[in-house]
């Protein structure tokens, strides 16, 4: 119990304790085009950093639910002749260092199609993260859908997709959105594939189509490696403990959400 | 105190079980008023002939021939494994839904193979309406809502939707409990509303057969009661199948009673009869000693 509140505490303790300093209201209305890393903490902000995470993490959900989900249903409802191979493919896919799928990205888009840094690019190498836990989430939560229903819909004369489609999938429909919230948690910190395809940049960019776009990972390495500074680390951590509050927030949702399933 | 008085009702009890056994079956049998097969207007009902079925390589069921008259109510009987609710599945095609099972044999629905080659499985069900063991009403959709189910899923369209519903749970027995709170979801009902919330919701496609299995054990006596009540409505317009263990239940609500049996191998049908038969003068010996509660 202790052994494993030790780090716990820890991390958080120190997050708190040296991110609330970086913590200002001018963060949420500025991006660092202006600001300098000797600038003081209050000048500048991390708008273009939190705008670029949800831009490229909605992006990647987009991509990445209906994939998961079709890949959880092929696995629990039609159950074909390749459900083993892809259950195998999707655990293997879950191992996958987040660095590969941002070199994966790199090397078969970026390079030789787009040649362009942008947002959409950090959204389809993080969905590479993405589509893994989401798929093995909502297979789990299907999966816990009692088969008496499966039957009742079918003896009702409807046909095997409209039993899934109209009964299987809506009372699944809070274990999916525990699986779409801890697919964001999975990727939401996520800085190497950022790093290697999206640009990350200092100005608000609300185009993933065209142009770097920052986020909140890389606006945290960019503070810590090129700052040097008291009021560049003050930002980093204050950047730390904004991502930290989200994922905690996502996690408790996630958390409520399937308790709440019991009805 | 009230430990030794309860013990005393739990003898009471069983004397009178054993004191009322089995006449009590055959005259509870024999209340019933007999409907004659065919006098409905409801198709010329539901036959089986030869029916086999087999999971993966086991055989648990042989041939099996039973007719079920249109607008009567049938009861299978017998003990555990003999393959009662097997046959059951095979009747609205259900048995499919198990992957590794297989069937031979034909069963006749107004003397039409539901089997036959080219057959649309999603009509029959929907002539062929199922309530199972265990309620099982969608727990996303509110009660109104899962009694109208069946038109969605199966995608049939009906203009007077409201009447409809109040005709279904009327039927089913359950307005006058729900009428004030269809809004509210099937979860919040107890287990017997909740499995005549299940029976409204198959009438609500309109079938002409339903088939139920065991709809009672996993029921106290008074919704058992009350469904019982429901069975005997539903049979002045549909045909009836009811698989259960309880034979004061068969003796209550069936016309005609067929008693299954499994020496280890594939299950067969012993005899079938009027139910007042089957309780009080059964010619097989293996069905008397079943129904008087000998073994089983």
């Known amino acids: 119990m202790t052994m494993t509140l030790i780090p716990i505490v820890s991390i958080v303790s120190t997050v708190v304790l040296k991110g609330y300093k970086g913590i200002h209201f001018g963060m949420f209305t ?79 888009l970026v390079i030789p199609v787009t040649q362009e840094l942008t947002g959409l690019m950090g959204s389809l190498a993080l969905s590479i993260l993405m589509i893994p836990t989401i798929a093995r989430t909502a297979e789990e939560m299907l999966l816990l859908i009692p088969n008496e229903l499966r039957e009742a819909g079918v003896a009702l004369g409807a046909t095997q997709w409209r039993t899934v489609s109209g009964v299987v999938v809506p009372a699944a429909k809070s274990g999916l959105v525990t699986a779409v919230i801890l697919g964001i948690a999975r990727i939401i910190g996520e800085t190497a594939p950022i790093l290697l395809v999206s640009g990350g940049a200092d100005a608000l960019n609300f185009n993933p189509m065209s142009g770097p776009m920052g986020s909140l990972p890389f606006y945290i390495w960019k503070a810590f490696l090129t700052g040097g500074t008291e009021e560049a680390y003050a930002r980093a951590w204050g950047g730390m403990l904004i991502l930290l509050i989200l994922i905690v927030v996502l996690f408790g949702l996630a958390r409520y959400l399937s308790d709440r399933r019991a009805v | 105190m009230t430990v030794t008085e309860n013990s005393n009702n739990d003898n009471n009890m069983e004397k009178k079980m054993q004191t009322t056994k089995p006449s009590s079956l055959a005259s509870v049998a024999g209340n019933r008023e007999q409907r004659v097969p065919g006098t409905n207007l409801l198709g ?57 099972a ?102 609500a496609v309109e079938p002409q057969v339903l088939l139920m299995d065991e709809p009672c054990s996993a029921l106290d006596p008074g919704s058992t009661f009350r469904i019982e009540q429901t069975i005997s409505e539903l049979a002045k317009s549909m045909t009836i199948v ?46 008397e000693d079943y129904v008087t509660g000998r073994f089983g």
């Open chain 1, 30 to 108: 500025n991006d660092m085009t202006l600001a300098s890393v000797n600038d003081p903490v209050q000048a500048g902000g991390l708008l273009h950093a939190l705008v670029g995470t949800i831009l490229m993490v909605g992006g990647a959900l987009i991509i990445s639910f209906p994939i998961g989900l079709l890949t959880a249903l092929y696995l629990t409802e039609i159950r074909g002749k390749l459900a083993r191979p892809i259950k195998f493919l999707v655990q293997a896919m879950s191992g996958v260092p987040s660095i590969v799928a941002g070199l994966f990205i790199l090397s078969i």
């Open chain 2, 44 to 100: 010329t009902g539901l036959e089986t002939r030869g029916v086999h079925a087999w999971f993966g390589t086991k055989h648990v069921l042989s041939d099996i021939s039973l007719d079920f008259a249109a607008g009567t109510v049938t009861a299978l009987i017998g003990p555990s494994g003999c393959g009662k609710s097997t046959y059951l599945r095979t009747l609205n095609r259900m048995h499919e839904f198990i992957p590794t």
């Open chain 2, 102 to 203: 297989a069937l031979a044999g034909e069963v006749l629905l107004d003397g039409k193979d539901i089997y036959a080659p080219g057959t649309d499985v999603t009509k029959i069900r929907l002539r062929v309406g199922m309530v199972f063991q265990k309620p099982n009403p969608f727990p996303s959709m509110t009660i109104g809502e899962n009694v109208l189910s069946g038109l969605k899923l199966a995608q049939l369209k009906r203009s007077n939707t409201d009447e409809l519903l109040e005709s279904c749970l009327q039927r089913a027995g359950l307005w006058s409990e729900v009428k004030d709170r269809l809004g509210e979801h099937g979860g919040a009902l107890s287990g017997g509303q909740q499995q005549r919330l299940c029976i409204a919701r198959a009438l």
């Open chain 2, 242 to 287: 009811i698989v259960t263990h309880n034979m004061q239940q068969a003796a209550r609500v069936a016309d005609y009673t067929a008693f299954f049996l499994s020496d280890g191998g594939p299950g067969v049908m012993i005899e079938t009869a009027p139910t007042s038969k089957i309780f009080s003068s059964p010619t097989d010996k293996r069905t």
